[in-house]
């Protein structure tokens, strides 16, 4: 039973990253209608600006945290400026191959910035602590609950706040919200540093508890397509959901059958998802 | 208040409209006549900005808006209630009037009065403001796409076939609604149709519309017994 609820535990908590990240590139799904291939590697980027902010310049954790998610926001517009825009209106393939251009650079620039070795951020709430006869590090509490705050801040953004719905709006209909006076090239920008500015946010969370290195981001973001394609492309609720179910699949996976394979049961998990649903678990049909 | 001169646009390597000049002035009722594919939605499309004309001038209120971008041409005070309505499907009716007053998000007691203008105009927009856009019939969607538009307070409004698709009896209504808009709020208006009869018993003067060229221009009261008129539109 312990074993149980303390792999449900670890679940929540991989499950509270994936959502987050998972969010980011749905939100930016929905304003591209294309996915951003090189999610997963601006995350990558996002845990080694936090330990670079850390190790060399001696940055309190939350300070550096805060500090990634201004960069990688920046970073954020820079990419959608430069390998996505000039492309907009071009067969979607040349997105693609700009985006795997995109990853490659960042992937070659922290190898060569910080070397292919993986890195290790100390853990700045190392102590354990017990709930429930169940015992776990600060850390790992705390990524559950600094990415619900995440999570629960990015929704009453987007439900509630202008801005937020603008977002909406231009991921529902371009050209309706061109004609409002919306900005569509500004929300472009807005959405692209929300995504990446939270995806920094879930490296630098679990930087103290995983290593990083240059090759994290391949997989993760692998992993946040399965995710918002488990839910749904472009469902905001689909990616939180998708996130918590692969999180605790790894988890359960992982803890009771072979660790080596949890990457199996997500992967495996998504194909058997689809062949039941294949517009994913909150898809909607097009209305309207 | 708008005038265009000589203006191309060309889609996909042909020009669909052609070498266009009109002018309307402040508080007129204009319709734009044209059987499908006369180039009725690419001259309005290219007159709110969502196409660059190819050749030619548009100037609104002496501002020319050639290579303005449609959301800097909606805070001029022209704004296109488009072909096929474009709405927000999966936000509400409320959210989806919101976004309508846009450009002047600041202005709370405006809004606040081109709402309960809006409410007023079609009731039933009042009546479901917290239901989804994407769940309306055809005729719900055109009213709120007609109050979407108002909700920016235009100085004129360019209405792209709103009859399109609907009953004959949903047709009139939102006839009236659009003749009080222009009457009534003294709003200028330009109204593409193919439904010229409804067209021409509202409005003040009409241009029609062929292979993209304007073939014809007058008073609705002398369009509606033109011969050509009569046989294109009309059906008689």
């Known amino acids: 039973m312990d074993l149980f609820l303390q792999q449900i535990l670890n679940g929540i908590m991989l499950g509270s990253t994936y959502a987050v990240v998972a969010l980011g590139l749905t939100l930016v799904f929905g304003i591209l209608h294309i996915p951003n291939f090189a999610h997963g590697h601006l995350y990558m980027l996002g845990g080694y600006v936090t330990f670079f902010f850390i190790t060399l310049l001696g940055f309190g954790f939350w300070t550096a945290m805060i500090s990634s998610m201004i960069i990688l926001a920046l970073i954020g517009i820079l990419v959608e400026r430069v390998v996505y825009r000039p492309l907009r209106d071009q067969p979607h393939i040349n997105s693609f191959i700009s985006a795997i251009g995109a990853l490659m650079f960042l992937e070659t620039f922290v190898v060569v910035a910080w070397g292919p070795q993986g890195q290790r951020i100390p853990n700045p709430y190392p102590n354990p602590v017990e709930i429930g006869g169940i015992i776990l590090t600060q850390q790992r509490l705390l990524v559950i609950i600094a990415a619900i705050v995440l999570i629960v801040l990015l929704q009453l953004f987007l439900k509630k706040t202008t801005p937020g719905t603008t977002i909406e709006a231009v991921a529902q209909n371009r050209e309706g919200a061109m004609l409002v006076g919306i900005n569509v090239n500004r929300v472009s920008s807005m959405t692209f540093a929300i995504s990446t500015a939270t995806a920094a946010a879930a490296a630098s969370l679990v930087a103290p508890i995983f290593m990083i290195s240059p090759s994290m981001g391949a997989l993760l973001g692998m992993k946040a397509f399965v995710i918002v394609i488990l839910g749904g492309l472009g469902s905001v609720p689909g990616a939180i959901f998708g996130g918590y179910i692969l999180g605790l699949i790894e988890a359960l996976g992982g803890g009771y059958i072979s660790a080596d394979y949890k990457d199996v049961f997500a992967f495996g998990a998504l194909i058997l998802i689809l062949a039941i649903r294949p517009t994913g678990l909150f898809g909607r049909e097009e209305v309207g | ?236």
């Not at chain 2, 006549?33 to 001038?57: D, M, Q």
């Not at chain 2, 800097?72 to 999966?90: A, D, W, Y």
């Not at chain 2, 809006?118 to 719900?140: C, D, H, M, W």
């Not at chain 2, 609705?220 to 050509?228: D, K």
Request: with cysteine; net charge positive.
């Open chain 2, 1 to 236: 208040m708008l005038k265009l001169t000589n203006v191309t646009t060309v889609v996909g390597g042909f020009p669909a409209v052609r070498d266009v000049s009109l002018e309307i002035k402040k508080g007129e009722f204009v319709a734009l006549l044209g059987s499908n594919g006369a180039g009725k939605t690419t001259l309005f499309r290219t007159i709110a900005g969502v196409l660059k004309p190819s050749k030619g001038v548009i100037e609104f209120n002496g501002k020319q808006l050639n290579n303005l971008p449609a959301h800097k041409i909606v805070m001029l005070g022209l704004s296109l209630c488009p072909e096929g309505r474009q709405l927000f499907p999966h936000l509400s009716v409320y959210k989806n009037l919101m976004m309508g007053a846009y450009t002047r998000r600041n202005d709370h007691k405006g809004i606040q009065l081109s709402l309960e203008q809006v409410y007023e105009l079609f009731p039933i927009l009042k009546e479901r403001k917290n239901q989804l856009a994407g769940t309306f019939s055809g005729g719900q969607q055109q009213m709120l796409a007609i109050g979407r538009a108002l909700m920016s307070k235009p100085d004129m409004l360019l209405l792209d076939e709103p009859s399109i698709g609907l009953a004959p009896l949903v047709v009139q209504k939102i006839a009236d609604v659009i003749k009080n808009i222009s009457k009534e709020m003294g709003t200028t208006v330009f109204l593409s149709e193919q439904n010229a009869n409804m067209a021409l018993m509202i409005t003040d003067r009409g241009y029609v519309l062929e292979n993209g060229k304007i073939v014809l221009a007058g008073p609705s009261s002398e369009l509606i017994y033109n011969e050509t008129v009569k046989k294109a539109y009309l059906g008689a």
